[in-house]
């Protein structure tokens, strides 16, 4: 809590344990996952599956560090021993409650499944592995540390395998997908049907995240060359790209009932958005998408929520335009750019003569509780103000 107010962090993430997949991933997949260094990088040390790299050169070898000037050295500086010592989930529960947040909902893995071209039978295994690691945070947490679960879209009917699997003996009641142009389509495909329609039964909330990095298909990685360029760009667009194809090509007319957030892309474009395809579709959706029988705008109403950081003003062009009811707040622990420990706070004190703190109370719980929906007695029942004690005796 902080200032008496809950907070539900909507996206947040973790390192990841360097023997993940030795650890979880079945025996007979193990040797196509291993780790190896780059030529002349011995203290960098990404995932290869089946041979491969899974991140682009650009963020490979640390790349985007170097550009933005983050150390291994100053990430110990902001976020504490939980550096060194390792992402338990008792740990980031601790390191989470020095910045008010009660509960978090962690994305990921950013790459090592998503390879394109990557086996469908490896992907499903890999989300299983995933998954098993998953549900030990919950545990280890105290239920504060909950994952969502990704979903292996090369492979339709696995994907509803391991729905099945993570909902009914893992436990888990959140997933997501990237939102990229997939094996060729986009999350509007009907191809996915059969995913959204499970989602919707099991009353289980879906979201997108783009990571910068992936090596396949991602906007920007086909015309720029830095940082700045393609990481402005990638994470929004794909996000616009996902929602234009999910609205047009009827997934919330199809699945009225299903939730779908937009991770980690800012807010500010939502409106704009809508209102440019609403144009499109009065011009030509009566030919092109005469399924739909709703407005751009009311099925993102209906069936979306986006997400805020600490320090986006954008947040208030959306109430004033969308509601507060849309909104999720995240804190994008532990990266670069997050404001950790100090999130909560900068977004209590966001714009307070345009935000009022009952618009911010909703973005910082009841927005979050409405869009994951757990079931009774999933979330934790006990919230205490912020600890605000420094997590590191290392510097």
Known sequence: MRNGYKVFDADSHVIYPADLWQTYLDP???????????AGLDTYNPVVVDGRWTQHDTSLYGQFQKAIGWTAEDMVEQYGDIVTEGFTGDRVAAA?????????????????????GIDPELQAAMVRAYNRWGAEMRETSGGRVLTSSPIPLNDVTRAIEEIRYAHDELGIRTFWARPNFMNFRNLGDRYYDPIYELLQDLDCAFATHEFMGLRGQTEGVDRFDTFTEWHTAVHTHEAMNASLSMITQGVFERFPRLRCAYMEAGCGWVPSWLHRIDEHLEMAGDFECPDLTMTATEYFKRNCWVTTECEDPFVADVIRWLGDDRILWESDFPHPDSKYPHTTNEFMELLPDQITMESKAKILWDNTVDFYRFPDGYLPTEFHEATDVPLTATT
């Open 28 to 38: 007979k997949f193990r040797d196509r996952v291993t780790r190896r260094s780059p």
């Open 96 to 116: 989470h409650a020095v910045d008010g947040i009660d509960v978090a909902v962690i994305y990921g893995p950013e790459y090592d499944l998503w390879l394109e």
